[in-house]
């Protein structure tokens, strides 16, 4: 048998004893606690979606499922904590359009590549965003918002999850498209930016309508348009963006992702765990109610939609005139 041979027929070995023991690790998956990361802080809405999910998850797997909240720099961190992670199937991550998407487009250098670092799950949900305003604000429509940016002295803040997010492209496009004069306040999460919202530190909020819609139902939010291109039976009065500002549309969505690496079984199993939780009449409700759309869709449908939304949106980040950082 010569050396190439012998070379080969190694490989082939080597690869066939890889599959076997992938293979079996995917039979006795999970023997132990699995970490989903929340790469922002907690009580935004991703952090909401994250925790039913894993309530649920940890009931139908047989083991602990621990949301893991690591915020920082726009969702970097915790995602790349993911991303540097043993392809086990023992860390994954629950983030966003923005981390996902955008975040490719607005950062000229991440420390790990969403399509190559990462493999696509499952898209857990669609989340429509909402133009959110304090009361205090005297505006009761989008056309009255602009025009109040416009007459004011100084540009009207907006809150955001930080810099790159789908609510900050949400209001530069908003800005954009409608001439109304923004400032962007960039936060550490949905979470802390609504604090200051509630308070009236900053004025506005383009943001998720499972965060804000609590607060709107108590009077402590106006909102003035959603801008997914139809209404939601929650807030059946308020407008999608569209109607006024045609064409716009900026829908949300969250999804999950594993380590580059990790088993395929390992991976059709936890889509297949997900989908059976978005199936679930009770937790469909609920999903509902919070003011989301339940997905669940396979890991290969999931990867063929994130590609083209990190395209969509790098011709957004461009149309926008919007420099990489």
Not at 108 to 114: D, E, I, T
Not at 245 to 271: E, F, H, S
């Amino acid at each position: 048998m010569s050396i190439v041979t012998r070379f080969f027929r190694s490989l082939a070995l080597a690869a066939a004893a890889f599959t076997l023991a992938a293979g079996a690790a995917a039979q006795t998956y999970p023997s132990r606690t699995i970490r989903l990361v929340v790469p922002f802080p907690a009580g935004g809405g991703t952090d909401i979606v994250a925790r039913i999910v894993a309530g649920e998850m940890a009931s139908m797997l047989g083991q602990s499922v621990v949301v893991d909240n690591k915020g920082g720099a726009n969702g970097i961190i915790g995602a790349d904590f993911v991303a540097k992670s043993p392809p086990d199937g023992y860390t994954l991550v629950m983030s966003t359009m923005g981390n996902f998407a955008i975040n490719p487009s607005i950062y000229k250098k991440l420390p790990f590549s969403v399509t190559s670092d990462l493999v696509p799950v499952t898209q857990v949900v669609s989340v429509p965003l909402v133009l959110f305003v304090h009361p205090s604000v005297p505006a009761r429509s989008v056309a009255e918002f602009v025009a109040y940016t416009k007459a004011q002295k100084n540009p009207v803040t907006y809150a955001s999850s930080g810099t790159g997010g789908g609510p900050h492209l949400a209001g530069e496009l908003f800005a954009s498209a409608t001439g109304a004069r923004l400032l962007h306040v960039p936060y550490k999460g949905s979470g802390p930016a609504f604090v200051d919202l509630l308070s009236g530190q900053v004025a506005a909020d383009f943001d998720s309508l499972v965060q804000g819609l609590p607060y709107v139902r108590n009077g402590q939010l106006r909102a003035l348009a959603l801008l997914a291109p139809r209404r939601s039976e929650l807030l059946p009065d308020v407008p999608t963006m569209g109607e006024v500002v045609p064409g716009y549309d900026v829908t949300n969505w969250y999804g999950m992702m594993a380590p580059a690496g990790t088993p395929p079984a390992i991976v059709n199993r936890l889509q297949q765990v997900v989908a059976q939780i978005m199936a679930k009449p009770e937790i469909r409700k609920r999903m509902i109610a919070e003011g989301v759309e339940p997905v669940a869709s396979k890991p290969e449908e999931f990867g063929t939609f994130l590609k083209r939304e990190i395209d969509r949106w790098a011709g957004a980040v461009k149309a926008a005139a919007i420099e990489p950082q």
